[in-house]
């Protein structure tokens, strides 16, 4: 079946611009996640939707970051202003979740963003 | 903050050999470890996981172990083969609320012909 899909692959942006990525989850998936990887690091945890639940909006690093997500099912994520750190391959995760167990997050391919 | 980290950024092993990738983490009320292995160009991909009232688990050629006492995490991948080159996470994960993974900084594993 498909997987969590990703788009853009690669963008590339000039400082100051505003992007959006899109995430397309596993059908029927309940919970989305954004992580960030940045060049050399690991993940890191940027936002959380649930349902009809408010996201955890924990994670995100300032306030040019936002995300939403659509009828339960498509998400983007937006970057305003962009900055040279924002500079990371953005990966979105979906899963399954319910109370109690540990529920796998399938992750998209991610996209790759170059902010100049 | 609490986080899961590495040892070793990179580890090289000869075809056909063992490699064990180990881990450590500092959050001892986390209720999950689990092993991404993350491709070239792909997002992380689910190895085996391991709950945290358990010492092992084994899976196809793999095997994870655990040991609270140091806070310690290791993958064992036996008779490696040139598709298990690739960078190997670990992450941890509490059941409660939104499951948020926090990863450690990964290692990449070169398997050598």
């Known amino acids: 079946g498909a997987g969590v899909s990703q788009s853009p692959s690669n963008k590339v942006t000039e400082k100051g611009k505003d992007v959006e990525l899109r995430c397309d989850p596993i059908s029927g998936h309940t919970a989305l996640y954004w992580y960030r990887q940045s060049l050399g690091q690991g993940l890191e945890f940027l936002i959380y939707f649930q349902g009809n639940s408010a996201p955890d909006k924990s994670g995100l690093p300032s306030d040019r970051f936002s995300a939403e997500r659509t009828g339960g099912s498509v998400s983007t994520l937006t970057i305003q202003r962009t900055q040279q750190e924002d500079s990371a391959v953005y990966l979105c995760?979906?899963?399954?979740?319910?109370?109690?167990?540990?529920?796998?997050?399938?992750f998209g391919p991610g996209t790759r963003l170059t902010v100049l | 903050g609490e986080s899961v980290g590495l040892h070793l950024p990179t580890l090289s092993v000869q075809e056909g050999d063992n490699s064990i990738i180990n881990c450590a983490y500092s959050?001892?009320?986390?209720?999950?470890f689990i092993w991404y292995k993350q491709e070239s160009g792909k997002g992380p991909q689910f190895i085996i996981d391991i709950r945290s009232n358990m010492d092992k688990r084994q899976g196809q050629r793999v095997t994870v172990l655990l040991n609270k006492t140091v806070k310690h995490l290791s993958l064992q991948i036996a008779a490696t083969q040139p598709g298990d080159s690739a960078v190997y996470f670990c992450a941890e994960i509490r059941i409660q609320g939104a499951q948020k993974l926090v990863f450690g900084q990964g290692t990449r594993l070169t398997i050598n012909p």
């Open positions: 995760a979906s899963s399954q979740l319910a109370g109690g167990f540990y529920n796998e997050q399938f």
């Open positions: 959050n001892s009320a986390s209720d999950y």
